[in-house]
């Protein structure tokens, strides 16, 4: 779901492609009526069975297209589990939830791929063996003595290997081909062979935080682009060629074997080591037994298979009403709002406040006293709303709570604009630098608070404190020397320059940003940096480079006072793994602008551009004034050579330049 510039909310291009296939969806549900009930504005039960179906139908082609429209969950617990109750025989219910990919043909699939049933809690799985159990006495089989066997579930892109073909699930009997995946470089994960049948398409969690989230909102997403027709992003391609985005065929997960009992008795320590057995999303288990002659007699409805069942963790849900959305301004201005809600007992944890996001939801949603929202908490992560089942009216604040300013709307989010004296704002900012130094230890919120109620409101002047200055705030003798020790420490010891650059809580600089930019240019060369600068540096695109140049803009000159007081910079990095800013040689070309003639030796000419360009150089096409290097293949016109001679531009061969940046 995106938004246009006048706030409308709309589908996105590649969501309408993916649902035109879906005649349905047009006939009987409209693309603004969609978005209303994925948004949780209108109540399920309220939808007419069609209705119903059809948003199914487009909520899970959506989601199979990497296009995703509502959680997982959400589908799961709110939608389908409507249409179970109100039609427990109805036909959406029992077939494989088809996958969509609109621009490819489909072709039968060697062996029907069926989905797997799903539990929620530890009483379904015990229901599934009681099955099991009673089937195991019709076909003569001793319980107790069957195998049970445990893999992790992966959550990523299902697909079937049949050795020369590698094909989506599809609707389970008939797939899409995608075997350009393994054309352009897909490996099967642990060094295993092709043609091992079902499997799925996954990506390294820490790979893809690390080096994909900058490119694809989700892993789901990047699954999904590496088997589309169209041409190959380079992130995707890179991650394939290092073996982080693998097919992972079932026959080689991790398993864990044992009778009912065993797998009874451990089942929390067996799901949780299953989950930590491999760096990808994992969302649950599959249990199974492996007894073929059970396998057949328990069968298969159209839909899954009887002898199968996976077990999903710790997505726990309740209903439950909200009690009051709580305004709190961040160091930015920006004032999030949070829901508090009767305590809820929630997979082990007791829940009492949640994020609600932003404002826009808030007011779009009706979140307010007597909401009535789903709660979802998924593994060990934070609480979430995953829907509003009964809308209230939305609580909204007027003014910060803090320093009572006038609230402005600005995008999804209400903001404080009294950037300059807002007390919440500055004493944020403030705990922000001496968490991101990590050196000064005692600068923790309360202290802040404190420091700031006494009138001090920049890091600069903390640092200007005395002993008898920080007695004077109300800390005790002892305590006060401590503090101006530590303020000493921090400028004393080996600092780290992302952080020093990184704790000024700029926006769009955080750590990974800073190390990116710092690895290029100095951090003196930073303040005074372009926007095209920054855009030629991998990673950073127009909107955000705009931000950063007038993020550094408004900090240089309390940045250049801070520097002044003497910090022991050091061009560490955070993976100790960038350029350091002190070391010429890997940053030879960074920052320069580079133009190549001529035919190339050692790979394509565009190959060296891209590579230039990973190194922090930019790359033009004709030589000028500001040309830095002109880098010469063979068969170079005249006319480039002349211009950079008479222009006294360097002019280096292709060795050369080889051995400048290597
Ligand atoms: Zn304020």
């Known amino acids: 779901m995106g938004k246009t510039a006048t706030g409308k909310r709309e589908l996105r291009q590649r969501q309408r492609q993916l649902l035109a296939e879906l005649a349905a969806v047009g006939r009987l549900i409209s693309e603004t009526r969609l978005l209303a009930i994925a948004a949780g504005e209108v109540d399920p039960a309220s939808l007419t069975d069609e209705e119903l179906v059809a948003f199914l139908q487009a909520a899970n082609c959506l989601y199979r297209g990497g296009e995703e429209l509502i959680g997982d969950d959400a589908y799961d617990t709110i939608f389908l589990s409507e249409l179970r109750r109100r039609q427990p025989e109805h036909p959406y219910l029992h077939q494989v939830e088809p996958e969509s990919f609109p621009e490819m043909k489909t072709v039968e699939l060697p062996e029907r791929m069926l989905s797997t049933d799903k539990a929620y809690d530890f009483a379904a799985v015990m229901r599934w063996a009681k099955r099991i159990e009673k089937a195991a006495a019709e076909a003569g089989r001793d319980f107790s003595t069957l195998r049970f066997r445990a893999t992790p579930k992966l959550d990523g892109y299902a697909a079937y290997d049949d050795g020369q073909t590698l094909y989506t699930r599809g609707d389970g009997r008939r797939g899409t081909d995608i075997s350009r995946a393994f054309a352009r470089g897909l490996q099967v994960a642990s060094g295993g062979e092709r043609g091992l049948g079902p499997g799925e398409i996954v990506v390294s969690r820490k790979y893809f935080h690390r080096h994909l989230a900058p490119f694809f909102d989700n892993s789901r997403n990047f699954q999904a682009s590496l088997i589309r027709e169209k041409e190959l992003d380079k992130p995707a391609a890179e991650a394939m060629r290092l073996g982080k985005a693998v097919f992972f065929p079932f026959s080689l997960l991790p398993a864990w074997e044992g009778n009912w009992s065993e797998l009874a008795d451990g089942f929390a320590g067996i799901v949780a080591e299953l989950r930590e057995s491999l760096d990808y999303d994992i969302d649950g288990v599959v249990l199974e037994i492996s007894d073929p002659v059970l396998r057949a007699h328990l069968g298969a409805t159209r839909h899954h298979h009887r002898w199968q069942l996976a077990y999903k963790q710790n997505t726990a849900t309740a209903e439950v009403e909200v009690l009051r959305v709580v305004p709190q301004t961040s160091r930015t201005g920006r004032v999030s709002p949070v829901a508090e809600v009767a305590p809820t007992r929630l997979s082990g944890a007791v829940i009492r406040r949640v994020t609600a996001h932003h404002y826009r939801m808030v007011r779009e949603r009706g979140i307010g006293p007597g909401t009535l929202i789903l709660l979802s908490r998924s593994g060990e992560v934070i609480p979430k709303i995953e829907a509003v089942i009964r809308p209230a009216v939305a609580e909204l604040p007027g003014h910060c709570p803090s320093c009572g300013a006038t609230l402005v709307f600005e995008a999804d989010h209400l903001h404080c604009v009294n950037t300059m004296s807002c007390p919440a704002q500055i004493s944020h900012a403030m705990a922000h630098f001496f ?57 004393t010891e080996e600092l780290p320059v992302w952080r020093f650059l990184a704790a000024f809580g700029i926006f769009r600089m955080g750590p990974g940003n800073c190390e990116r930019l710092l690895a290029v240019y100095p951090l003196e060369r930073l303040l005074t940096i372009d926007r095209d600068d920054i855009v030629a540096v991998p990673g950073f695109n127009e909107k955000s480079a705009e931000a950063i140049v007038s993020g550094l803009a408004a900090v240089a000159p309390l940045l250049r006072q801070m520097l002044a007081l003497g910090f022991n910079l050091v061009a560490d990095s955070p993976e100790g793994e960038a350029a350091a800013e002190s070391a010429p040689q890997p940053a030879g070309v960074a920052g320069k602008l580079l133009v190549f003639t001529g035919t190339m030796r050692h790979g ?41 001679e008479e222009l006294g531009v360097p002019i280096l061969s292709e060795e050369e330049y080889l051995a400048l940046i290597s």
């Open 604 to 644: 394509s000419r565009e190959e060296m551009k891209l590579q230039a360009k990973a190194l922090g150089a930019r790359v033009g096409e004709a030589v000028s004034g500001k040309t830095d290097l002109l880098v010469c293949g063979e068969k170079v016109g005249a006319a480039k050579r002349k211009k950079a």
């Open 435 to 491: 968490k991101t130094l990590g050196n000064a230890d005692g600068f923790g919120p309360a202290a802040i608070a404190k420091i700031h109620a006494g009138g001090i409101l920049s890091v600069l002047a903390i640092y200007g404190l005395r002993q008898e200055d920080f007695i004077a705030l109300g800390f005790g003798p002892k305590q006060s020397e401590n503090m101006v020790a530590q303020l000493l420490r921090s400028r």
